[in-house]
């Protein structure tokens, strides 16, 4: 009887482990997260110093320093899209699905297109901000 107890008990815990690991994704999962948290904060920076190139109309004694290397992330990584003379985008790509993330405050001015997250610049009345 006791180990039928043991046996149906290590059931239960094994079991509760899987359906941990399913509900929320285990410890790579884990780590792409965090990755993709330093990723959005590599796509701010990338973005602000773009918001100030621009805004010194694309002169590279721009005051704002290039973004530091945040997990081995270079210029490369990210996308620059004119969208107008008025507008542009950042982008980059999220290891998870980044549409997670669209509805917490941080990200209130980041669009997401699956793995793709994109901050967005334009011009409104002579100034440059973020959209």
Request: charged share 30%.
């Amino acid at each position: 009887m006791n180990r039928l107890l043991a046996v149906v008990m290590l059931g239960l815990v094994a079991g509760a482990l899987i359906a941990g690991f399913v509900v929320v994704g285990g410890p790579g999962t884990a780590r792409m997260e965090q990755r993709d948290e330093r990723r959005w904060q590599a796509l701010n920076d990338w973005g602000e110093y773009h918001l100030c190139r621009v805004r010194q109309e694309g002169d590279a004694t721009c005051n704002a320093p290039l973004p530091r290397d945040r997990i081995g992330l270079s210029e490369e990584d990210f996308s620059l899209t004119r969208v107008s003379d008025a507008a542009f985008r950042v982008c980059t790509m999220f290891e998870t699905d980044a549409a997670r993330l669209e509805d917490h405050w941080r990200f209130r001015r980041v669009s997401f297109d699956g793995q793709e997250a994109c901050m967005a610049f334009r011009k409104q009345d002579g100034i440059w901000s973020r959209d």
